[in-house]
């Protein structure tokens, strides 16, 4: 990829994209985040997929980073914010985008606008209803309540993964926590660090969350996630 004029560092944002077997999603997602005005560039970080994610992604425009093996989230959100600085865009704001938000993700250019605008320090996208969604809200009640004992401020979606940051605050609350924990844990310790922490409604949509077993599974993990990211910020379970 050729380097990046010097208007396109001036301003904008740059997206990072954590994924991992998202074939199907990740080439509408990708051309749809190159849409936004202010993207600079768009950075897919295969988290060690083991179907055609990084090809896919590579065709329809992305830089692609690829973890020989799964190493979680917050590992792919580094490998990506590392790539973005080996490209030229180390100072610019972060938008982070799931890889499942396909043609939607042309709407995330709306959690920029404050960041850019000097308004906020922290977007985080508040979806509209997914219809289908199988959950019981239970790992969203701790991460929210888990917040408001921290901060004293209580969000409507804390497990959201769509978020812009400048990366003065993304430096400040390194390291990242692990697992499903790491946006329960950006949130505290953005906040903490004194940031402007805003939500935005943004009409996003993704795969959701269904009632199997596998489906299940994935919430027990990210209640313990959450639970140890929260633990570790010395916040413990109401009982």
Known sequence: ???PEAADVA???VVVIPAWNEQARIADTVVAAQQIPVVRAVVVTDDGSSDGTSDVAGAAGA?????????GKAAAMMTGVSAAES???GVLPLLFLDADLAASAKAAGMLAEPV????????????????????????MRLASSG????????PTAPLSGQRCITREFFDAVQPLARGFGVETALTIDALRHGARVVEVYVPLGHRVTGTGWRDQLHRARQYRDVRRALATRGIRPIR
């Open 87 to 89: 490209l030229g865009f």
């Open 116 to 139: 850019l605008g000097g308004t906020a320090d922290m977007t985080i996208a508040v979806l509209p209803p997914a219809a289908g969604a199988g959950g019981h809200g239970f790992v």
């Open 63 to 71: 830089h692609v980073v690829r973890h020989e093996r799964r190493r």
């Open 147 to 154: 917040i408001e004992r921290a901060t004293g401020w209580r």
């Open 11 to 13: 301003s904008g944002v």
């Open 1 to 3: 990829m050729p380097a």
